[in-house]
Nanobody, 123 residues
Framework: EVQLVESGGGLVQAGGSLRLSCAAS????????IGWFRQAPGKEREGVSC????????YFADSVKGRFTMSSDNAMNTVYLQMNSLKPEDTAVYYC????????????????WGQGTQVTVSS
């Protein structure tokens, strides 16, 4: 069974940091791409970042550039989203997703999804 499980969400004050994890089971990341998406109440789901597991290339939405970074531990089938200088507008449910295709910020490119982890940033 293919599963993605997010963890690391929580409540943090503005300016603080969180590190989200996305752990995969049932497959390995080799040749795949992993994306992070978020959805705030009343808003459309948006792409946050993605990483190519083939070459390690990362991509970030303009809203998080300079604040968020991604990394991976292929042996552990885990990717991480390090979120620094968090703002209240970062509050959302964060989802990780996987595809055997290329890295993309478009959610329709992904077919494996986690259940999400809540990130709440207070001012």
């Amino acid at each position: 069974e293919v599963q993605l499980v997010e963890s690391g969400g929580g409540l943090v004050q503005a300016g603080g940091s969180l590190r989200l994890s996305c752990a995969a089971s049932g497959f390995t990341f080799d040749g795949c791409a992993i994306g992070w998406f978020r959805q705030a109440p009343g808003k459309e789901r948006e792409g946050v970042s993605c990483i190519s597991m083939r070459d390690g290339s990362t991509y970030f939405a303009d809203s998080v550039k300079g604040r968020f970074t991604m990394s991976s531990d292929n042996a552990m089938n885990t990717v991480y989203l390090q979120m620094n200088s968090l703002k209240p507008e970062d509050t959302a449910v964060y989802y990780c997703a996987a595809t055997h295709g290329v890295a993309s910020m478009f959610d329709y490119m992904y077919y494996y999804w986690g259940q999400g982890t809540q990130v709440t940033v207070s001012s």
